[in-house]
């Protein structure tokens, strides 16, 4: 258990690589050149699959993948991948590296961020290849028949916050097609019927029905011979091949007995077993054998609500906990009762399954009772995950032995398995079926609890097994039963991603799963709360709570700067202006109130509406500053002003976040205000603005700061620094607005427009009569 497992992924790779039965990239197997005796095998078809490309993404969180969801059908015998890559955006776009996952069953868990997973889940790791823009081939022989997933990405994302528009947009798509090669002749290997072969060049194909509450398949070999010498040069290849993990079983016989045989424990159930029988001899050799199977049967115990009910009219019921007290009798079915002249080998508990959303099951006992655990047969409960819709999500499993009912010399034993139980506790405790290595638990009087979180299960039925076991004095076990509780669920995300995250259903045409987004604030784009992880539990670069209040007091209060604007623009009578800049304080301070991660939220509005408010009232103070300082008629003035008002809510409602619906108004302004003093330059045969000391300690600053504010604002905001480089924004975008405000009217009094306001009658003054009429 534990969250390591993908971070291992590269030697999951090589495992998968070393593997006898998975070639990685190897051609098609080519058609017989002319004048080669060969000929190639007619039993054999081909297909091809294909789906929709995708525009593959920088990873930031599982929904940044790219899900491709394909079918391979059955009696498949050869699968391959064909992995294409196209670029688009540009010869400055850059040859990046792209991951691509597989898995059989369910969508590949993957971890390239390297983080941790939430106690007690167990993740197998990834298979992926990396590649470039070229295409890529992978072959995997014998695959197994189902749903099979390929996901792909491009690496992490970066932690530097790019301006939209000012970085080139490069497209990466990605392309996976599926080609199999299907056997149309399989033959059905019959139980305990002897099925004579001869192999010469071509393979044998053969599969075998695997009912349910099967034991145990052996396969065996019988009269192995080699053109009538003795010797077996056989090769005989059991199951399917599954990714990550493949426990495909090869038996080789190249003894000189005549018979080799090849035991599983614990086959899949109800479903066809794949065999393939290969000549080891030459081309020209001839192999005869028989090839016979023989099944173990398990006769189950079956209990449910009807059983018990007619089991003992004495029979108490719990009714403190709902649980039905077991009877004696009830107790020794095991032990003293056969059906059939063979004892029970297993107690299956009948369990409904409860679906309460998209991707949410809910699994108890019909009865609602615990699960009675002995030591002489196990207790099974099957889990139906076999929709084809469960795989999207958690399997969610906690465990809870009745303390008085455990000794410190017991220990129950719990085995989770796909596709068939764990039943051979007596011999083992390693939880390996026949093809699959299960999950175990363990109940003592030391940890009465167990827990289990399996993210994206595969595609079956699922057996959960308990028995109880005594390795230090077995003779105890003999008598004694512990009640367990079973709480089963499959959620979307374990704790709807716990307070520091967003549980998101994701979809890939019909199919659905879920994924957790760690961002606590509402911002998509700016500003990650530093958790991280598969269910936003990692809290290595979490911030702490001072941090959050330093970065909140830091966003908001540098607004204040624009204090120094306002009460500028009232002084020089300029206040259109000033109750732009106050708009812009106001919505810029609650807007970074409301878009903070953690505890540190304050949000008067809908967050999307601050956000809006703060971007219309940052470009709409560059507009009237740079218009402001152009001196432009009143009239001709405030038309313009707005005008480009509306074009700022227009553009902003098209595209939020594009640089160039801020940067085009504010250049024609700009045209504007550079015309306006071109004009007066050449009108007045002096340079404009006049005055030195204008340009040497307003202009000159203000540009210094307004240049420095982009450079910061384009180039150098990073996820880490962002709280103090956006403030450091703030202050610098409100300092140049100081500056560059052109000054007052040579005939106009200082606060001559709060006077105004205040009084009850207005002193107007007639400059070329130098009149005054009071009105």
Known sequence: MGGAGTRTGGAAVVVAVAGPLLLLLLAWPPPAASGDTRKSDIRLVSEQFSQSPQKLSFYSWYGSARLFHFRVPPDTVLLRWLLQVSQSGGPTCANVEITVYFRYGAPPVINPLGTSFPANTSVQPSFFVKMFQSNTSINVSHPAPGDWFVAAHLPPSSQKIEVKGFVPTCAYIFQPDMLVMRAVEVSILEPDIPFPQTLLSHPSYLKIFVPEYTQELRLELQGCASNGSLGCPVRLTVGSATLPSNFQKVLTCTGPTQACHLLLPSPPWDRWLQVTAKSLAGPHVSVAFSAVAALTACRPWIVNFQHLLQSSPNQSCNTSTGLLSPSPGYQDLGRNSSVGGGPFCLMNYQVM????????????????????????????????????????????????????????????????????????????????????????????TLSRKANLIIPYPETDYWYLSLQLVCPQSPEECEKASVLVETTLYLVPCLNDCGPYGQCLLLRRHGYLYAGCSCKAAPSALLWPTGWRGWSCTDNSTAQTIAQQRTAALLLTLSNLMFLAPITLSVYRCLLVEASVYAYTMFFSTFYHACDQPGDAVLCILNYDTLQYCDFLGSGVSIWVTILCMARLKASLKYVLLLLGTLVFAMSLQLDRRGAWNMMGPCLFAFVVMVTMWVYRCGHRRHCYPTSWQRWVFYLLPGISMAAVAIAIYTSMMTNDNYYYTHSIWHMLLAGSTAFLLPPRDKHAEPWACSQKLTCHYQICKNHREELYTVT
């Open 353 to 444: 399954r409860e679906d309460t959303d998209v991707v949410s099951v809910h699994f108890r006992p019909l009865d609602r009772v615990s699960v009675l655990v002995q030591s002489d047969m196990p207790s099974v409960m099957r889990l139906q995950l076999n929709t084809a819709m469960d795989s999207g999500g958690s399997l969610t499993i906690s465990l809870w032995a009745n303390k008085s009912m455990i000794s410190n010399n017991t220990l129950v034993m719990v085995c989770v398995n796909a596709a068939s139980p764990f039943l051979s506790f007596n011999t083992s405790l390693n939880c390996t079926t026949a093809f699959f290595q299960g999950y175990p638990l363990f109940l003592s």
